[in-house]
């Protein structure tokens, strides 16, 4: 095991690894920025380190300054969460070149799934499904019109190296599409440095169901069953649950044993998720996080499984502490992400927590890193922290987490919470009836005002 670890993130996630450090017995090393230098889990980590200023480029992202920040505390792993290096091979490379471990996946696997079109190539060869479309990157438009007509309008076009639905466009005919393959191109080439795109054929009504995944990197990998990340905003996700309204028990275990079986072939290690659209009984492959994501709580609460310390032990070359058999999914979960932005506009507010009170009670969960009087810096994402209930059933769920929310207080900036309050109340929410475009519909048909609370 290793004897020490630096946490290579911020915020909520990077508590969340020093917890699950401290559990087994490992020192800790908090790095930050000059902005977060009172953060919570600067506070309680064993050691800290400046590692610049507030830009992330030149902190979080600056390389140099973590492998330094390793070599001055002795760190001999580094778990990088999500975001930041997380996915990014070169670091991982970088560490390796150190003799320090990369709590994570190797690095050709990132490198794979880092590329869409890659991506999907690798999972068609895998055996997982994908959606129809261009087998690499369109590089002019009349192909583009021909892969259009062959698979059927209308088609999305998508950055190959992108995410978050930067570089991302519908087109519904033929008219369409030379714009949208334009527009794409330009954003992808401003948010990724890359201006690469293909084609897919666009899904008018689905559901985003993702696996996760964990595996061993000796061709050992089980499957934890399925998420439904469907509410979303600009591509955003904003509430996850699981196991899915929308899947039974055979489509469960069927694509969940297809993408492990998957993992399995390629020596996959550490914690992954594989994500799919899902739309009239069938799954579609869209891309793999090689990565723990930010909704991982939702898997712990149903199978009881603590997955930052399983990411921690396989990196240090132990086996799964389970098989496939010992996942059991228990209830139901659901997690809302609460971020500092105004709950209509959904506009960032930076500023200071003037009061903090969280919920608690049977099967609530908040994982988050401000405290009363924490200052909110604007140099990075709005998300103050995430709030995970867990029920016998989905709707005992759903009845706690309108406890849970109404009991929950933060003052001093606005936050989304009058959002949930909102949807878990909504009878489309408690029926489970909603795929990935209905929460922008919900939203542009007035289903919040700025009068609400």
Known sequence: MFDKILIANRGEIALRILRAAKELGIATVAVHSTADADAMHVRLADESVCIGPPPARDSYLNVPSLIAACEITGADAVHPGYGFLSENPHFADVLGEHNITFIGPKAEHIRTMGDKIEAKRTAARLGIPCVPGSEGGITDDTEALRVAADIGYPVLVKAAAGGGGRGMKVARSKDELSEALTVARREAKAAFGDDSVYLEKYLEKPRHIEIQVMGDGRGQAVHLGERDCSLQRRHQKVWEEGPSPALNADARDGIGETVANAMRQIKYLGAGTVEFLYEDGQFYFIEMNTRIQVEHPVTEMITGIDLVNEQIRVAAGAPLSFTQADVKLEGHAIECRINAEHPVTFRPSPGSISYFHPPGGLGVRIDSAIYQ?????????????????????????????????????????????????????????????????????????????????
């Open 373 to 453: 009087g924490y200052r909110i810096p604007p140099n990075y994402d709005s998300l103050l922290g995430k709030l995970i209930v867990h029920g016998r059933t989905r709707t005992e769920c759903l009845m706690r987490l309108r406890r849970a929310l109404d009991e929950v207080v933060v003052d001093g900036v606005e936050t989304t919470l009058p959002l949930f309050r909102t949807l878990v109340r909504n009878q489309d929410i408690q029926n489970g009836d909603y795929d990935i475009h209905w929460l922008e519909h919900f939203l542009a048909d007035g289903g919040m005002s700025d009068e609400q609370p």
